[in-house]
């Protein structure tokens, strides 16, 4: 079984500061690793994904994510973040092979002030 | 290319009446997944579709079932619902296995009282 730790459930940040959303996992397999994002009132969206290869992954809106095995951690990063940045980010594991399903983090509530 | 359709996007019913979800993939997607959003609990899986069969389930009460046709689109249903069932439900479809991602619908909100 697969279980994700997001270990802040919030991160206040100011406008145009960097921010990094830490997130760790445990799993027994080989797993692909996602974040996601959620706006209020919608569905998730795919921010970034890793697969395989290079540990540095960089996803959609300026964010990048580094899958670090012996730490078995995946952290969410951007340089410096905008005020349309503010939303839940999920981060999320699914088994390569095996069970097609994501397991969820509890998910991180981004707040950006100006 | 249109993305994931869910319908309704609001719901609100009583206890111990049944519901129905609907869900339309992406063209040519072939996986359809449900989960459960709540504050409480976060997202949870239900169950995962592929080629009208389920292949997978989660820990949910046979309250919960599901099923998907020819076409791909997929619906749930919950029977006598509980308060505890109010909740997100966010249907996800993919091409095959995980490995491409899951495109998400934007959910339908189910409210019991």
Redesign the interface.
Known sequence: AQSVTQLDSQVPVFEEAPVELRCNYSSSVSV?L?W?VQYP??????LL?Y?SGSTLVKGINGFEAEFNKSQTSFHLRKPSVHISDTAEY?C?V?E?QG?????????TRLTINP | KAG?T?TPRYLIKTRGQQVTLSCSPISGHR?V?W?QQTPGQ????LF?Y?SETQ??K?NFPGRFSGRQFSNSRSEMNVSTLELGDSALY?C?S?LS???G???????TRLTVV
């Open positions: 692909y996602f996601y009132n919608q569905g998730l969206q795919l994904k697969l999920f999320a699914s390569i069970a097609q399903k994501l397991v969820f983090g509890q998910g | 994931v869910q996986s997944s989960y976060g997202l949870q899986f995962e592929f292949r997978n989660g966010l996800a993919s296995a995980g490995a991602g899951y495109t998400f619908g934007s959910g």
